[in-house]
């Protein structure tokens, strides 16, 4: 049994963020998602959830590539220790892929039965990958998400000697995932309800327990657009939480203690989908765009940096996969 404890926001206006964006990448793509900044190579890892591609940014010069699988992809994560190796998620299986070679091998095959497919994931900060799951419904790979269903879904880990643990079953569309800077605190974003969740966290086990609503994008008067929703998330070494708004042209940083929205940074487009710290010293936010099938947009698609002028707003590394 899970308890819900939702805060107030008692705020109006909201501040723009002191920053400068600006496109990093100089190509685009259909539908870009889960970035992993790699501090060893200076690269940008990410990918087109539509087109079937891993890519590469390089940070430091032009220079990109790409790794093309099948429709369907969400996260790219690189395996501790093992260079050129990676986990990826494509439809329904967690693979491993060698980015020299082109070895792809399928670790997991997840929820066969169901009609569902991986979602967005990240890594703990013990190394354990964490995901979800969507409904799959009638998705086609030739445009954007558009279908949905309540319930169906689930958020699960997998840990260096692949096993799997159901953390939650019964939701819907598990998104963007951060971990507190103590290592108590993990935090969940459930697009279909558009809210925001913070979990009691065990880093030895694993273990979730105790969630609370952080931010329900029904209630805040900072989110006009009847559409918008959370989309992928990120957190910086202060624990405030920076958030992808979809369809909503905007990134935003909110306090997870408070439920405030502390300042937005407004983006060249309007499927902004999740961002990530990067850069030698990590004071760098990079975010990754798709293209709308409404509206054109000349960027939409592309990834873009974010530099600050407040020194103190910094992130942290990402984490890798622990595998055996």
């Given amino acids: 049994m899970y308890h819900f404890e939702s805060i107030k926001l008692t705020f109006i206006m909201i501040p723009e963020l002191r920053h400068k964006i600006e496109r990093a990448s100089t190509y685009s793509v259909f539908f870009g998602s889960g970035p992993h900044y790699d501090e060893r190579s200076g690269r940008l890892y990410h990918i087109d959830q539509i087109a079937g591609d891993c890519y590469y940014m390089d940070t430091k010069t032009p220079?990109?590539?790409?790794?093309?699988l099948e429709p369907g992809l969400s996260f790219i994560i690189p395996i501790k220790g093992q260079e050129n190796k990676f986990i990826?998620?494509?439809?329904?299986?967690l693979l491993t892929i060698d980015w020299a070679t082109k070895e792809v091998n399928c670790v997991q095959l997840i929820e066969p039965s169901k009609p569902t497919h991986l979602n967005d994931g990240k890594c703990d900060p013990k190394g354990r990958l964490w995901f979800g799951t969507m409904w799959f419904g009638t998705l086609k790979w030739t445009q954007a998400p558009g279908l949905f269903a309540f319930g169906l879904s689930a958020l699960y880990s997998l840990d260096s000697a692949s096993h799997i643990s159901l953390k939650r079953d019964g939701l819907s569309l598990i998104n963007g995932m951060a971990w507190s800077k103590d290592k108590t605190k993990y935090f969940v974003i459930e697009s279909i309800e558009r809210q925001v969740w913070a979990y009691d966290y065990d880093n030895h086990t694993g273990n979730i327990s105790n969630c609370k609503i952080v931010l329900d994008y029904h209630e805040s008067p900072g989110i006009l657009n009847s559409v918008e929703v959370p989309d992928g998330m990120t957190i910086d070494l202060h624990d405030k939480l920076w958030i992808a708004s979809y369809k909503g042209k905007k990134v935003m940083?909110?306090?997870?203690?408070?439920?405030?929205?502390?300042?937005i940074i407004k983006t060249p487009a309007i499927s902004t989908t999740s961002l990530t710290w990067g850069?030698?010293?990590?004071r760098t936010l990079y975010v990754t765009t798709a293209k709308d099938e409404f509206v054109a947009?000349?960027?939409?698609?592309?990834?873009?940096?974010?530099?600050?002028?407040?020194?103190?707003?910094?992130?942290?590394?990402?984490r890798p996969f622990k595998f055996k």
Wanted: proline share 2%.
């Fill in 63 to 68: 220079a990109f590539g790409k790794f093309h």
């Fill in 297 to 318: 947009e000349a960027e939409a698609g592309s990834i873009f940096k974010v530099t600050f002028e407040q020194e103190n707003i910094r992130g942290s590394a990402n």
């Fill in 253 to 263: 940083r909110i306090d997870p203690e408070t439920g405030k929205i502390l300042g």
């Fill in 88 to 93: 990826v998620s494509q439809q329904k299986k």
């Fill in 279 to 282: 850069g030698s010293d990590f």
